[in-house]
């Protein structure tokens, strides 16, 4: 199972210190105008995002397919790299949206995903015409669904569409394991195992995931550890907390013995080198922050490589 890293514009630069780094970016998560040219380095694989859920989330109006699909292309700019492209979504997060107005957002969904199809065709086209530099550009189709039955219909209209790249989304709200797994198989059933999940952050979920033979997750979970202080270890998997910090909600995660002043895990990670580093304790500063990040995503992305063997 490859591992996307959901990538916002104050984040760690993860490809600098992952040959190999998938990366996730969504319109909403930088600004308007940022480039992919702004990397010093260009991640491994690419996936551009529709944005869709921040709309929905932010009950903001969504742009058009068209105007999703421009900025797609903007943010990739000149650069060749393997990338995918995900369709303009309308995730369904209320418990309080009516029946209609979730079927309303999986007929929007699909009918965004046929639009997608038509911008794509226009696109190879200039393409063929030599008026625009060929990059390698995989369209990837969003299944929404707020229960088995409206998933697999979903899915089976976009796989009608003829699309061949599937990911899933709106399966994070839902924490509870089985049913997620229950829905990632129902659209397996449709589409065959090779889908992706968006925003994954539990590890139990990841595991999960892994076992039903999801292509692809991504995750802001580094990031996200370190803002809360948290320091993850692979092989076996462990989690600290700094001691003396404040988590308000996140504190009741750590037991006390789980709550260190001091590291004495020698780490093998970029920003450890081998040694044991006090310097992923140190709070307050986003310098150690984005060390805690980059310690984080090694590790997490390390136990993922070993479920795979
Ligand atoms: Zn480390």
Redesign the pocket.
């Known amino acids: 199972m490859d591992f996307y890293i959901s990538w916002s514009h104050s984040d760690p630069i993860y490809q600098l210190y992952d040959r190999q780094c998938s990366m996730l970016i969504s319109p909403t998560s930088i600004t308007s105008v940022w480039q992919i040219t702004r990397f010093p380095k260009m991640p491994y694989q690419l996936m551009i995002d529709s944005g869709g859920y921040s709309y929905v989330a932010n009950q903001q109006p969504p742009p058009t397919p068209r105007q999703v699909f421009q900025r797609q292309i903007e943010i990739l700019a000149k650069c060749d790299l393997p990338t995918t492209i995900c369709t303009l979504d309308v995730p369904i997060l209320g418990r309080t949206t009516t029946i209609i107005e979730r079927s309303k957002a999986i007929d929007k969904t699909i009918a965004n995903a046929w639009e997608l199809k038509l911008l794509m065709a226009e696109y190879s086209k200039k393409k063929e015409l030599g008026k625009q530099k060929i990059y390698s550009i995989k369209p990837m189709a969003i299944v929404q669904g707020y229960d088995i039955i409206s998933l697999k219909y979903c899915a089976r209209r976009l796989k009608e569409l003829g699309y061949t790249h599937f990911g899933i989304g709106s399966l994070a709200h839902l924490y509870v394991p089985n049913e997620i797994r229950k829905r990632v198989e129902a659209v397996q059933s449709i589409v065959g195992s090779h889908v992706h999940i968006f925003g994954v952050s539990g590890i139990e979920t990841m595991k999960l995931l892994s076992e039903v033979g999801v292509t692809s997750v991504d995750s802001t979970r580094p990031i996200k550890a370190a803002i809360y202080n948290e320091i993850l270890y692979s092989e076996p998997y462990q989690r600290f907390g700094i001691a003396g910090s404040k988590f308000s909600q996140a504190s009741s995660k750590f037991s006390q013995a789980k709550m260190v002043k001091e590291l004495t895990i020698a780490?093998?990670?970029?920003?450890?080198?081998g040694k044991v580093?006090n310097d992923?304790l140190k709070l307050g500063t986003r310098k150690h922050l984005l060390?805690r990040a980059?310690?984080n995503y090694?590790?997490l992305k390390k136990m993922i490589s070993l479920w795979v063997e």
């Open positions: 780490c093998p990670c970029p920003v450890c080198e580093n992923l060390l980059i310690h090694y590790h």
